[in-house]
């Protein structure tokens, strides 16, 4: 590996952060983790928010602020002032990627518009995070809950007796932080060729309805309105949470072959010769069935057993575990889940979930935990 390999496939961008909360700052740390040089901008009166959305703390922090800002540098420069917006102008100019998720309007009344800027520095990357566009969403604040609600996310999860539900995380934060990844590298090599720089949008709604794939591909193509299923998938049989002896079990038996490895593994051959079973069509038609007899037999052994079990007849299924078990399952498979990143101010390493992505010539690297909040000029 080269130095250059070391220094991470993004050495060499350099990135103004004007954004907070958790879609674009999730976008900048991957960013960071593939080696661009990250400058966080922050209010002078507290810094991003989620330095405050605690409980839970780690030695005064939130981990909700240090789950998605490591690797980052940050500066408190206030927006509102000129001389702030002078410095905000300094930093943008060394810099190859600004990306922010104000309220559209915000950026340009700061002087800092894509626009404003573009005609200076005509190689800038400017990337927009909104919740509902800049044209006649502009005014809707965006919320991860107000988009899983609005954005049909909601309507799909849980079941007839919850009524709606969010999803445990915030769930369109993170997929929009992802586009805006990807939409900013696709600008970077864009511009590698061309010189040119651009703008990037991405919107929360827009995001969730691209990641509702199958279920809204059923809406548009056929006027279809998908409702809540619980657990259930709306195509597929079986694929879905099953009772055990003490927890439960998700089984993803996602065709003939897999399932006629289910009914021989459970003991269960003849399942695999019904003909109300033989094909998914039919297993999804008459699922209330099927589940009554999948169950009858899995009750009688733990979630543990029929993982090994299943496991070793090559059926996708795993206990429901809480993120105890599943970090320690992850641990278990050599995926190193956990590490430990130091950095200045700090007395001992802070413990974060790792980079997804493994590259094996330009790795994700954990230079700096993330920072701690600088005292504002003047202060």
Avoid at 70 to 86: C, F, H, P, W, Y
Avoid at 96 to 101: F, K, P, S
Avoid at 127 to 145: I, K, M, N, Q, R
Wanted: proline content about 6%; charged content about 20%.
């Amino acid at each position: 590996m080269t130095d250059q390999d070391s220094a991470g496939a993004l050495a060499g961008v350099r990135i103004a952060d004007f954004s907070r909360v958790l879609a674009a700052p999730y976008a900048t740390m991957l960013l960071a983790d593939l080696g661009a040089e990250v400058i966080k901008v922050e209010r002078p009166d507290g810094g991003d928010e989620t330095r405050a959305w605690g409980p839970p703390w780690h030695e005064g922090e939130s981990t909700y602020f240090l789950s998605v800002n490591r690797n980052k540098d940050s500066v408190v420069i206030d927006l509102r002032t000129e001389e702030g917006q002078a410095q905000a102008r300094d930093l943008v100019a060394s810099c190859d990627v600004l990306i922010e998720n104000f309220r559209t309007g915000t950026m340009e009344k700061f002087g800092l518009g894509y626009d404003d800027l573009a005609v200076e520095h005509p190689g800038l990357v400017y990337c927009s995070v909104t919740g509902f566009g800049s044209g006649a969403g502009a005014d809707l604040p965006g919320y991860d809950l107000v988009v899983q609600a609005v954005g049909g996310l909601m309507s799909l999860t849980g079941d007839a007796d919850s009524g709606p539900m969010k999803a445990g995380v915030a769930l369109v934060d993170v997929i929009t932080g992802l586009h805006a990844t990807i939409g900013i590298q696709a600008a970077l090599v864009h511009r590698a060729g061309s010189g040119v720089g651009q703008r990037v949008e991405v919107n929360l709604l827009s995001s969730l309805l691209s990641a509702l794939t199958n279920q809204a591909s059923a809406h548009v193509t056929t006027g279809a309105v998908p409702k809540a299923m619980g657990n259930k998938h709306p195509s597929i049989a079986p694929y879905e949470v099953f009772a055990t002896a003490d927890r439960p079990l998700a089984i993803a038996a996602a065709n003939d072959k897999l399932f006629r490895n289910l009914a021989v593994a459970l003991e269960r051959d003849a399942l695999a010769e019904d003909p109300r079973f033989a094909t998914n069509s039919a297993r999804v038609a008459h699922r209330d069935v099927l589940v009554a007899e999948l169950e009858d037999r899995l009750r009688e052994e733990s979630a543990d057993h029929w993982f090994a079990t299943l496991s070793a007849c090559g059926v996708p299924c795993g206990p429901i575990n809480d993120l105890a078990q599943a970090v320690a399952l992850a641990e278990s498979l050599g995926l190193d889940p956990v590490v430990e990143v130091g950095g200045p101010g700090r007395s001992s390493p802070v413990r974060q979930v790792a980079h997804p992505i493994r590259m094996s010539r330009t790795p994700a690297t954990y230079r700096v935990a993330p920072p701690v909040l600088p005292v504002a000029p003047g202060e």
